[in-house]
């Protein structure tokens, strides 16, 4: 190579947050997995980590992609235990992530996909932080959902640090979100119940308490979170409140349901025969 200019391979240039994104980048379309780039570049902290986040979803909205809505990462204790971090992230939920009904988990174009439940809020108004309690954001809400959402982390076996999997977007990869709300009024969402199974069988419950305590705490969490990077949760957008269960590993062929009280239920079939 003759000069700066003309690098373009992620490997072969000083570590920066472009670098942690094209690699990023490189391992989602050629799905392969790395290693933890915390451990390669010592300038990835939190902030860097966002700031590649914030990178990597301009890129993705740059090649046509529209954005969504937010997810929230590790808010529950099941998810904190398996991944070893105990403090909740948040990402970028785009229209390429959304699978709609009946579209199978297209299982030959990831890594090595998960698949966890999550309570879905719908917003009907913006909902910014700081300040903002379970109180005030649930007067944002217009619809709460059921959702599986499919995280497929470009780190080698789910191994990251928290910077890590901050610019990793949180190991968004896909979700789905079920076609009919139910008004958040007049629902104990502390108390709404989640059956998780796989191929029919019963793999993991949880209630809504499972995501810090309540959902809509979840909820005032990320708006607050976001306002300390200046942005917002804005009216239409999802929020994915985080697995409320630890996730299952899928194969080709499988299917994963999500059962809940008053949500309804949603379903993912993974593509292929197993
Ligand atoms: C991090 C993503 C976590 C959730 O709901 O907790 C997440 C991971 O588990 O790889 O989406
Ligand atoms: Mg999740």
């Known amino acids: 190579m003759s000069g700066g200019d003309v690098e373009t391979g992620a490997s072969t240039r000083a570590w920066g947050v472009e670098r942690v994104v094209d690699t990023l980048l490189e391992a989602e379309h050629g799905r392969h997995d790395i290693t933890r780039l915390t ?29 969504v809505g937010v997810k929230l990462g590790l808010t529950s204790r099941a998810k904190q235990q398996r991944m070893g971090i105990t403090s909740p992230l948040t990402g970028v939920l785009t229209d390429g992530m959304a699978l709609t009904a009946g579209e199978p988990v297209p299982f030959g174009a990831l890594i090595h996909p998960r698949i966890e439940p999550e309570i879905v809020f719908v917003m009907r108004s913006r909902l910014a932080g700081p300040g903002v309690t379970a109180a005030t954001a649930l007067a944002a809400v217009g619809s709460v959902h ?9 780190f080698r076996d789910f191994s990251f640090a928290m910077p890590d999997v901050v610019a990793d977007n949180a190991s968004s990869s896909r979700f789905t979100v079920s076609a009919t709300g139910v008004s958040a009024l007049g629902l104990d969402l502390v108390l709404e119940a989640c ?45 994915l ?23 309804g239920s949603v379903t993912l079939s993974v593509e292929g025969t197993s």
């Open 39 to 67: 451990e390669e570049w010592d300038g990835l902290d939190l902030g860097a980590a966002y700031r590649a986040q914030r990178l990597l979803i301009a890129r993705k909205l740059a090649s046509g992609e529209s954005r």
């Open 146 to 154: 059921a959702g599986l959402e499919v995280i497929d982390s470009r």
């Open 195 to 239: 059956v998780l199974r796989k191929n029919g069988v019963v793999v993991d419950t949880a209630t809504g308490a499972a995501v810090q305590g309540n959902p809509l705490e979840a909820l005032a969490l990320a708006a607050n979170d976001l306002a300390s990077r200046g942005e917002a949760i804005e009216a239409g957008d999802l929020v």
């Open 241 to 263: 409140t985080g697995g409320l269960t630890d996730a299952v590993f899928v194969q080709p062929g499988d299917e994963v349901s999500a059962e809940f009280t008053s949500l």
